[in-house]
């Protein structure tokens, strides 16, 4: 998976790298079919933000992680966007498997005549 990492008024350093790649390494086993993530973080009023976007299976997937600490938001975000692709991997598996039909009350009636309850 390629990591598009990118800062705004914060300067992104090779140990903030490193720790964000560590973090989404776990992510990119899980999901292989992630291609890339861009990974903006910022930081104002004192806080830092973390924007995590990618596209998962057709479906833009984003989370965000705030904190007053780098690292923790870090954290936050990649929970967020573990869940998040979760989330999707479940919807997915959902409409692949055949939903039971309703029978219709034609075919119910047939059937009783068929059962012979006398």
Same mark, same amino acid.
């Not at 993530?37 to 965000?64: C, F, M, P, W």
């Given at each position: 998976m390629k990591i598009n990492l990118s800062g705004h008024h914060v300067e992104v350093n090779d140990s903030i790298k490193e720790h964000i790649e560590e973090k989404f390494s776990k992510i990119a086993n899980h999901f292989p079919t992630l291609i890339s993530? !861009?990974?903006?973080?910022?930081?104002?009023?004192?806080? +830092?933000?973390?924007?995590?976007? *990618?596209? +998962?299976?057709? &479906?833009?997937?984003?989370? *965000?992680?705030? !904190? &007053?600490?780098? +690292?923790?938001?870090?954290?936050n975000a990649a929970k967020k966007l573990d869940a998040a692709l979760k989330h999707r991997k479940g919807q997915l598996k959902a409409n692949i498997h055949t939903k039971p039909g309703a029978t219709t009350p034609e075919i119910a009636h047939e059937k009783v005549q068929e059962m012979n309850l006398s």
């Open positions: 993530l !861009d990974v903006i973080v910022s930081k104002e009023h004192h806080k +830092y933000q973390v924007e995590l976007t *990618t596209n +998962y299976e057709g &479906g833009r997937i984003s989370a *965000t992680g705030l !904190d &007053g600490v780098m +690292y923790p938001a870090i954290a």
